[in-house]
T-cell receptor, first 115, second 114 residues
Framework: EPEVTQTPSHQVTQMGQEVILRCVPI?????FYWYRQILGQKVEFLVS????????KSEIFDDQFSVERPDGSNFTLKIRSTKLEDSAMYFC?????????????FGPGTRLTVT | GDSVTQMEGPVTLSEEAFLTINCTYT??????LFWYVQYPGEGLQLLLK?????DKGSNKGFEATYRKETTSFHLEKGSVQVSDSAVYFC?????????????FGEGTQLTVNP
């Protein structure tokens, strides 16, 4: 069964450093998402991406964040200057179609630890 | 804006007990509703879904019915097992915008003891 993959599984970085989290969505999917989950809290939407541009973003997704689909398969989330409060599990998701009850498939997540 | 409210947890049950996890939502129109499960150390997996009023989603013995009149999507299972121990998230997806995001509830930690 096709699946969303994410790398790395765990990233440790120092405050102020840039990090890039990578995702490979399911190949025939059209919409891509990043969510985050701070330990013990709910899953929060960050950004959605369709047709090579951001279609929606949350208030969390400020100028420190950016997304890119550089080569038609990878989908990346960049944090330019990490803060302690960016420590969280980051989930990538993709969906085949935008309408109705199509399932969002989630990757296993990248645990980001900012020290 | 859209929102999802789940019953506060954690929930601890004995094996074979009946499970209900309450979920209510606020949204315009007719959203699609989902239950996701997160096992320890893993990502989110879709458990079941319903896309219109009175639809019943079911999977692995779990059920939830889309109740438009009460804006609810409560998760139930008649007889839980130790392996059901996980965090359960109720979520909705707006019908208003194509490709729109999922909005999650707070999550309910379920522990089933033998």
């Amino acid at each position: 069964e096709p699946e969303v993959t994410q790398t790395p599984s765990h990233q440790v970085t120092q405050m102020g450093q840039e990090v890039i989290l990578r995702c490979v969505p399911i190949s025939n999917h059209l919409y891509f998402y990043w969510y985050r989950q701070i330990l013990g809290q709910k899953v929060e939407f960050l950004v959605s991406f369709y047709n090579n541009e951001i279609s929606e973003k949350s208030e969390i997704f400020d100028d420190q964040f950016s997304v890119e689909r550089p080569d038609g398969s990878n989908f990346t989330l960049k944090i330019r200057s990490t803060k302690l409060e960016d420590s969280a599990m980051y989930f990538c998701a993709s969906i085949e179609r935008g309408a109705g009850g199509y399932e969002q498939y989630f990757g296993p997540g990248t645990r980001l630890t900012v020290t | 804006g859209d929102s999802v409210t789940q019953m506060e947890g954690p929930v601890t049950l004995s094996e074979e007990a009946f499970l209900t996890i309450n979920c209510t939502y606020t949204a315009t129109g007719y959203p699609s509703l989902f239950w996701y499960v997160q096992y320890p150390g893993e990502g989110l997996q879709l458990l079941l879904k319903a896309t219109k009023a009175d639809d019943k989603g079911s999977n692995k013995g779990f059920e939830a019915t889309y109740r438009k009149e009460t804006t609810s999507f409560h998760l139930e299972k008649g007889s839980v097992q130790v392996s059901d121990s996980a965090v359960y998230f109720c979520a909705l997806r707006s019908a208003e915008t194509s490709g729109s995001r999922l909005t999650f509830g707070e999550g309910t930690q379920l522990t089933v003891n033998p």
